[in-house]
């Protein structure tokens, strides 16, 4: 019997301007078992020409390495203050903590299949985590915020940041 189970997609906007539309696309399902999934991706796309965008391409080829390890360290940096706070973590713990101890190995390594899930919206970027994606169940979902300012200023001769922070703003 299927009594009980649920499965449900949802579209919110996140941002839409003259040339931009970022949309968050939900997922949900319950199949029975302690707690239902749920997923978020974010749709992001360029309006004529029409085109999907994706992380990697709001940065000059040049500096994706530089780009990827700022996404990543920035990432780290706010989970780890999310977790800390939500299991109230005492601070000699805190001390000891790293990427590959405290979130999944690999989770956020500099690699675009770990960033890929974002929104963009007037401020930022907004990495999204998924329940799973760098840590268990518990810790949920996460977005993080990282203001356009702040990549600007790491990657000063980003023209394709610079051209959509101004587009947006």
Not at 63 to 78: T, V
Not at 86 to 111: H, M, N, V
Not at 130 to 138: E, G
């Amino acid at each position: 019997s299927t009594l009980g189970w649920e499965y449900d997609i949802s579209y919110t906007p996140n941002l839409i301007a003259k040339s931009i539309i970022s949309v968050n696309e939900n997922f949900y399902s319950f199949t029975g078992g302690a707690h239902g999934n749920g997923f978020i991706n974010g749709l992001n796309y360029h309006l004529n020409p029409t085109y999907k965008i994706n992380l990697e391409d709001l940065f000059e080829y040049d500096e994706h390495e530089k780009a990827l390890n700022f996404i990543s360290d920035f990432c780290y940096q706010e989970l780890r203050k999310l977790y800390n706070e939500a299991f109230e973590i005492p601070k000699e713990e805190i001390e000891k903590q790293d990427k590959e101890t405290l979130f999944w190995e690999d989770s956020l390594s500099p690699k675009w299949d770990n960033f890929n899930t974002f929104l963009i919206s007037k401020k930022g970027l907004e990495i999204i985590f998924n329940a799973y994606s760098v840590s268990a169940y518990a810790f949920g979902l996460h977005f993080i915020q990282i203001p356009f300012d702040k990549i600007i200023s790491i990657l000063p001769n980003n023209n394709k940041l610079k051209y959509l922070n101004n587009m947006l703003n």
